[in-house]
């Protein structure tokens, strides 16, 4: 039991965050990450893939429905996130001695910890 509670407080928490972006995505569109997909020679049409990332996969991480998908969603959009916008960032600290990009880091990581986990008991399936 306790197990499955920490795997909701962690779905709850990595969902929501992540949420938040994906509506700040819905109201204001991609076209940033359109430029940036250009700019390093991808399809800008690949920007609305956030959408997968931002808010589909959060929603089924939240719900705990399918929720390995829903991580590996976010995993996929937290590599094009740090190798986009992030990338002179990696072997980077900030100004109080931490990596650079750890907020994206503990996005990537908390998401793949739960695609290999999974939802835990508190889901609406085991997936």
Known sequence: MHDSTGKLILRLVLGLTILLHGIAKLQG???GIGNLLAAAGWPAFFAY???LGEVVGPV???VGWYSR???ALIAVNMLFAIGLAHR???FALNDQGGWAIE???MFLFAAVALAFMGPGRFSLNTK
Do not use: N, R, T
Request: glycine share 16%; hydrophobic share 60%; net charge negative.
């Open 88 to 90: 002179a960032e990696v």
């Open 103 to 105: 907020l994206q880091a």
């Open 60 to 62: 089924l991480v939240i």
């Open 69 to 71: 998908i829903g991580a």
């Open 29 to 31: 569109g991609v076209d």
């Open 49 to 51: 893939g956030a959408y």
